[in-house]
C-alpha cells in the first residue's frame, strides 16, 4: 500500500497532539495517510499498554488512517542506531510516502527528538540501494527517499516555517486526541496526575491553536 503522508511518532497519541489536525485534513482531501508509532509509550504513567493499544486503534478510526504500525521499540531507551533505523527504513519502503512527518526536533521529553533524528536519519538511507531491506514476504525492496520532511510542533513551541489551517477538521482532531482517555483529564480518574492530564492542558492546545 502506498501512501501520500507517513507520520512517524515516538509515543502512541504524539501524532494526534502534534499534528491531528493535519492528518484530518489531507485525509479529508482523499490522500492516504498512515502512522508509524516507535513505541508503545509503556513507560507512560497512565494507562497500559493494552490500553493505549485500543486508545490508538479509537484514534486511528476517528481519523480515517490506512494504516497504522508499531515498531514496539523500548519506550524511553531506543536509540538512533543501525537496528532502529533498517525498522523504519523497512517500513518507508513498504508505504513509500511522498512526505514524512515527524515529532519535533527539540522537546520536552527526550524520545521526541530521538525520534525525530531517527525518522530524518532513516527517511535519507530508505534512498540508498546498497542499503538492503526485505518486505514481509521477503522480497528485496526498492530503495525509496520521501520527498518532503517536516517536523510538527509538541510541548516546546517553536516559531513554525508555516502553517496550515485546520479549521474545518478542529473537532476531529479534538476527538482523536480524547480517545487517548487514560492520558488526559479525566475527573473520575484515580491514576497520578501528569503534564498532559491536568485540565490546563486541554486549554493549551485550544489556546495554540
Same mark, same amino acid.
Given at each position: 500500500?502506498?501512501?501520500?503522508?507517513?507520520?512517524?511518532? /515516538?509515543?502512541?497519541?504524539? !501524532?494526534? *497532539? #502534534?499534528?491531528?489536525?493535519?492528518?484530518?485534513?489531507?485525509?479529508?482531501? +482523499?490522500?492516504?495517510?498512515?502512522?508509524?508509532?516507535?513505541?508503545?509509550?509503556?513507560?507512560?504513567?497512565?494507562?497500559?499498554?493494552?490500553?493505549?493499544?485500543?486508545? /490508538?486503534?479509537?484514534?486511528? !478510526?476517528? *481519523? #480515517?488512517?490506512?494504516?497504522?504500525?508499531?515498531?514496539?521499540?523500548?519506550? +524511553?531507551?531506543?536509540?538512533?542506531?543501525q537496528e532502529s533505523q533498517l525498522a523504519v527504513i523497512q517500513k518507508i519502503r513498504t508505504y513509500q510516502p511522498e512526505i514524512v512527518i515527524a515529532n519535533a526536533i527539540h522537546d520536552r521529553h527526550p524520545d521526541h527528538g530521538k525520534g525525530a533524528n531517527l525518522a530524518t536519519d532513516a527517511s535519507f538511507l530508505a534512498g540508498l540501494a546498497k542499503i538492503e531491506s526485505k518486505d514481509a514476504s521477503g522480497n528485496v525492496q526498492k530503495a525509496w527517499r520521501p520527498k518532503q520532511m517536516y517536523h510538527y510542533i509538541q510541548s516546546q513551541y517553536i516559531q513554525p516555517d508555516f502553517i496550515i489551517d485546520i479549521t474545518d477538521v478542529w473537532d476531529i482532531k479534538m476527538a482523536a486526541i480524547k480517545a487517548y482517555k487514560t492520558q488526559f483529564f479525566n475527573s473520575d480518574s484515580t491514576e497520578p496526575q501528569t503534564f498532559i492530564s491536568r485540565p490546563e492542558f486541554i486549554q493549551f492546545l485550544e489556546g495554540r491553536a
Open positions: 500500500m502506498k501512501l501520500d503522508i507517513l507520520v512517524i511518532a /515516538a509515543h502512541p497519541d504524539d !501524532a494526534e *497532539l #502534534g499534528c491531528g489536525g493535519t492528518i484530518a485534513k489531507h485525509i479529508k482531501s +482523499g490522500l492516504k495517510v498512515g502512522i508509524l508509532d516507535l513505541t508503545r509509550g509503556e513507560l507512560g504513567t497512565r494507562g497500559t499498554i493494552q490500553t493505549r493499544e485500543q486508545e /490508538a486503534k479509537d484514534a486511528s !478510526a476517528i *481519523l #480515517g488512517l490506512q494504516v497504522r504500525e508499531n515498531l514496539g521499540l523500548a519506550d +524511553g531507551f531506543f536509540k538512533n542506531d
